[in-house]
């Protein structure tokens, strides 16, 4: 018992004067690190521990890999590298502070400021826990054209992490890179001409939120758009085209116009504004849908209107009915004509293998008019009729127009009215924009109202 409680005794003693050498360590460490913190600037510290981290890596097996990558994936062709145009995207965003090889300027019809590395510093970035090491060089003659220089990323890390690179690193600057466009994306008008899209940039500014519609029907069309967007693997596994048509019928003034252009401003997709009149055939039809890019509203305005679908679906006028030109006619002359049923093809599908993502628009002010074959389930997804404007909706407009927001003295009135009489938002909008003040252009809407009122009961 004795010597077991001496050499309790002696190790504890042992163990207390550790613990103490340890203290007085930690305490002078602590206080030379103040020291040099308070005394050595954060710039001169940073030089020092990155000389050393380049001294001692020398002495490391170097297990880096680098890979190239041009510019174009086949100079011949002229075929673009989309991960190069990625990666150029991508690092200005990843960049620390301490880089100092930014180029930043603006690009004619640009609406953003641009960030570029002019690759006289490599980028160092992490990414899940690896460490990357991105150059821009020139490429070589060879890989040059004539006239322009050809450039090419040269991204360097450690082998071990090969497979994530290409599973999970590269897939993310892609896919940052795809975030970025379509934040800054400009959404185009596309109108045809002759023989070829005219492209312009679509300036209807209307949004959403500018829209005065009942908010019930509003909600519905957003979670719609949403919804298909979100759909395109189930679109692939039941065999369904990824496309989405919406009939849009109402009186003129009623928004139907500016419903598309909010629809391309959510989306960001562009406008293919199809008018029949310029398509001289079903191949035409095919050949023009074909250019169209991706991610785009093919809008089909008055279709009740469009004679081309009813008069060129038939020779001598007859009945353009969707089988009737599909029995005894010869083959070659069909494709040369543009026929109902053309429409409806393409419409279904057929035609359009190559396109994704694409919705399809028809307007009408007359739905009774239009030919039962294009409103058949499956052809036109939803029906949305504008009408009318309402209560609801016309808050919207006075606080868009006259930013008043919440309620009004003079709000209860206009409702009351505007269940009595048929007026369009494009008209109100029209009176709301005759006064600054909002007091005097309420009261003013007041009379104008009345004044319909009367007129429509002496009709
Ligand atoms: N629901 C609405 N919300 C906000 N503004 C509207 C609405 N409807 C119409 N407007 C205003 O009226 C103008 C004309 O409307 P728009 O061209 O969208 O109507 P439309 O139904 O397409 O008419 P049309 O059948 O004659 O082509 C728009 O520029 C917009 O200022």
Not at 150 to 162: A, G, Q, V, W
Not at 234 to 243: E, F, N, T
Request: neutral net charge; hydrophobic residues 35%.
């Amino acid at each position: 018992m004795g010597l077991y409680s001496n050499k309790f005794f002696s190790s504890f003693t042992s163990a207390s004067s550790w613990f103490e050498v340890y203290a007085a360590f930690s305490t002078i460490m602590m206080l030379f690190r103040t020291a040099i913190n308070d005394l050595i600037p954060h710039q001169f510290r940073s030089f020092i521990a990155s000389k050393l981290e380049a001294f001692f890596s020398k002495y490391q097996a170097n297990s880096n890999v680098s890979v190239k990558i041009n510019q174009f994936w086949d100079e011949n062709v002229g075929e673009r590298n989309e991960l190069f145009d990625a990666a150029l995207a991508y690092l200005p965003t990843q960049i620390s502070h301490t880089y100092k090889s930014l180029k930043v300027g603006r690009l004619q019809n640009r609406k953003h400021l641009e960030l570029a590395v002019d690759g006289s510093e490599d980028v160092v970035e992490e990414f899940e826990g690896i460490k990357f090491t991105w150059k821009l060089d020139e490429g070589s003659k060879e890989e040059s054209n004539n006239n322009s220089r050809r450039y090419n990323f040269l991204l360097t890390f450690d082998e071990k992490h090969r497979q994530r690179v290409l599973d999970r690193y590269l897939p993310h600057v892609l896919k940052t890179f795809e975030t970025m466009k379509d934040q800054r994306r400009i959404v185009k008008l596309y109108s045809r001409l002759d023989d070829y899209w005219n492209e312009s940039e679509l300036s209807h500014p209307a949004t959403f939120d500018s829209l005065a519609l009942c908010p019930e029907l509003k909600k519905d069309i957003i979670d719609d758009l949403a919804r298909f967007l979100r759909r395109k693997d189930l679109y692939k596994k039941v065999g369904k085209p990824w496309k989405r048509g919406y009939l849009l019928y109402g009186p003129p003034g009623t928004g139907k116009s500016s419903l598309i252009a909010a629809m391309a401003n959510y989306l960001k997709f562009d406008v293919y504004d199809l008018e029949l009149s310029s398509i001289y055939s079903n191949s035409d039809l095919m050949r023009s849908m074909k250019e169209a890019s991706n991610r785009c509203i093919v809008v089909i305005e008055d279709i009740d209107c469009n004679k081309e679908v009813h008069a060129r679906s038939k020779p001598n006028g007859a009945s353009d009915d969707r089988d009737s030109d599909s029995d005894s006619e010869d083959p070659k002359m069909r494709s040369k004509r543009f026929t109902l049923s053309g429409l409806l093809n393409y419409m279904d599908g057929l035609w359009s293998s190559g396109g994704e993502e694409r919705i399809i628009i028809f307007t009408t002010n007359h739905k009774e008019k239009i030919d039962p074959a294009l409103l058949r389930p499956g052809r036109m997804d939803m029906h949305i009729h504008l009408s009318f404007l309402k209560g609801k909706a016309f808050r919207i407009l006075a606080s868009n127009y006259l930013d008043v927001k919440g309620d009004h003295p003079l709000f209860q009135q206009i409702d009351d009215l505007l269940e009595k009489i048929q007026v369009t938002p494009a008209v109100v909008g029209e009176q709301l924009m005759r006064y600054e003040d909002p007091d005097v252009c309420l009261e003013k809407l007041v009379q104008f109202l009345k004044q319909k009122g009367k007129d429509s009961d002496s009709e």
